[in-house]
């Protein structure tokens, strides 16, 4: 099972990549660390649609009543608890299932509030009229495929549809999968952000460059600003 997971990360990550992961995964127990790309979308202006060729099924769930056809599905696949499923749903958060012949075959969720941990006890910001894609996942034989692509315009249109303006999202640069989709778009970088923690001096390094940090994350010490009226997902 490892081989099979060492080829399958040289097949979609590359030689560089894998080498950047083994590196990190050697230096866990002094210095752990993730660089994302930060991404914003202007839904009036730049609408993304999607560009799959596969014929798929999208269906988004916000009910509590979806709840537990949600995590019996999700569960099955072994990428999330119970426990977290049910955390992001009483948040607020939606869900979109992209299905083939009646099998789910990947998801992305949808954030309306604040607080969403970035990593290291960095939490996103969320302002009223936008919105935070995040937690994508499609299976493993089905990537490359546009697949990322209907989900990120399914959920957009139902952020539009709810008087989200602005959608936002972050992209590990050890991603290059989903990296291909903002640049499909070719849609800029809004920020990088650094975060590193030590655990010898349990010390956390955060940076960002193209933006302040505060701009749009908040960490012990450096609270988010007062909150507006939260986002309905109704």
Same mark, same amino acid.
């Given at each position: 099972?490892?081989?099979?997971?060492?080829?399958?990360?040289?097949?979609?990550?590359? !030689?560089?990549?894998? &080498?950047?992961?083994?590196?990190?995964?050697?230096?866990?127990?002094?210095? @752990?660390?993730?660089?994302?790309?930060?991404?914003?979308?202007?839904?009036? #202006?730049? &609408?993304?649609? $999607?560009?799959?060729?596969?014929?798929?099924?999208?269906?988004?769930?916000?009910?509590?009543?979806?709840? !537990?056809?949600?995590?019996? #599905?999700?569960?099955?696949?072994?990428?999330?608890?119970?426990?977290?499923?049910?955390?992001?749903?009483? #948040?607020?958060?939606?869900?979109? &299932?992209?299905?083939?012949?009646?099998?789910?075959?990947?998801?992305?969720? *949808?954030?309306?509030?604040?607080?969403?941990?970035?990593?290291?006890?960095?939490?996103? +910001?969320?302002?009223?009229?936008?919105?935070? #894609?995040?937690?994508?996942?499609?299976?493993?034989?089905?990537?490359?495929?546009?697949?990322?692509?209907?989900?990120?315009?399914?959920?957009?249109? @139902?952020?539009?549809?709810?008087?989200?303006?602005?959608?936002?999202?972050? +992209?590990?640069?050890?991603? $290059?999968?989903?990296?291909?989709?903002? =640049?499909?778009?070719?849609?800029?970088?809004?920020?990088?952000?650094?975060?590193?923690?030590?655990?010898?001096?349990?010390?956390?390094?955060? =940076?960002?460059?193209?933006?302040? *940090?505060?701009?749009?994350?908040?960490? !012990?010490?450096?609270?988010? $600003?007062?909150?507006? !009226?939260?986002?309905?997902?109704?």
């Amino acid at each position: 099972m490892r081989i099979l997971a060492i080829r399958e990360h040289l097949h979609w990550r590359g !030689p560089w990549i894998v &080498f950047l992961l083994s590196l990190r995964e050697l230096l866990r127990p002094l210095l @752990y660390w993730h660089i994302w790309r930060i991404y914003q979308t202007d839904l009036i #202006r730049e &609408f993304p649609q $999607p560009y799959s060729r596969s014929i798929l099924d999208v269906v988004i769930y916000a009910s509590q009543d979806d709840l !537990p056809f949600i995590t019996s #599905r999700l569960v099955a696949m072994g990428e999330l608890s119970a426990l977290e499923i049910e955390t992001r749903f009483h #948040r607020g958060d939606v869900v979109a &299932f992209a299905s083939t012949s009646g099998e789910l075959v990947g998801y992305m969720w *949808l954030a309306f509030s604040s607080g969403i941990e970035l990593k290291f006890d960095t939490h996103w +910001i969320i302002r009223t009229g936008e919105a935070l #894609r995040y937690g994508a996942f499609v299976v493993p034989a089905l990537r490359g495929r546009g697949i990322y692509s209907v989900l990120n315009s399914a959920l957009n249109t @139902y952020a539009l549809e709810r008087g989200v303006t602005s959608t936002l999202a972050s +992209i590990s640069i050890l991603n $290059p999968q989903s990296l291909s989709l903002p =640049k499909h778009y070719n849609r800029r970088i809004s920020m990088t952000v650094f975060l590193a923690r030590t655990r010898l001096l349990s010390f956390t390094l955060r =940076k960002s460059f193209r933006a302040p *940090l505060h701009s749009r994350f908040s960490w !012990p010490g450096h609270p988010p $600003p007062p909150a507006g !009226p939260r986002q309905s997902n109704g």
